[in-house]
């Protein structure tokens, strides 16, 4: 079945940086558009970036543009999420997300990771 399994998450202070990993198992991962996705506590999940089979199509919130990048590495079956310039407003649980249908964008990710927190303090 479909695995999604984050990692990289933790505590940094405001203008650090963390890199998030997403191994990915279970289906062909070059074929599948992914994404990260984040909720803090009391706010709605928000999309972050998304990202193509390829690699071509590339989309990022407004909130982290400029600061946030995503790759893939699709021999490895790996997402990353590089974030740079962290601010306390970017701490909540970050969760890697697969479109649910193959090809180029559904924009319907049905498959989630467990979560990995990440903690930016002032």
């Known amino acids: 079945q479909v695995q999604l399994v984050e990692s990289g998450g933790g505590s940094v202070q405001a203008g650090g940086s963390l890199r998030l990993s997403c191994t990915a198992s279970?289906?062909?991962?070059?074929?599948?558009?992914m994404g990260w996705f984040r909720q803090a506590p009391g706010k709605e999940r928000e999309g972050v970036a998304t990202i193509s089979p390829g690699g071509g199509g590339i989309y990022i919130a407004n909130s982290v543009l400029g600061r946030f990048t995503i790759s893939r590495d699709n021999a490895k079956s790996t997402l990353y999420l590089q974030m740079n310039s962290l601010k306390p407003e970017d701490t909540a649980v970050y969760y890697c997300?697969?479109?649910?249908?193959?090809?180029?964008?559904?924009?319907?990710?049905?498959?989630w990771g467990q979560g990995t927190q990440v903690t930016v303090s002032s």
């Open positions: 279970g289906y062909t991962y070059s074929n599948y558009c």
């Open positions: 997300v697969r479109d649910s249908r193959g090809g180029y964008y559904s924009w319907t990710f049905g498959y």
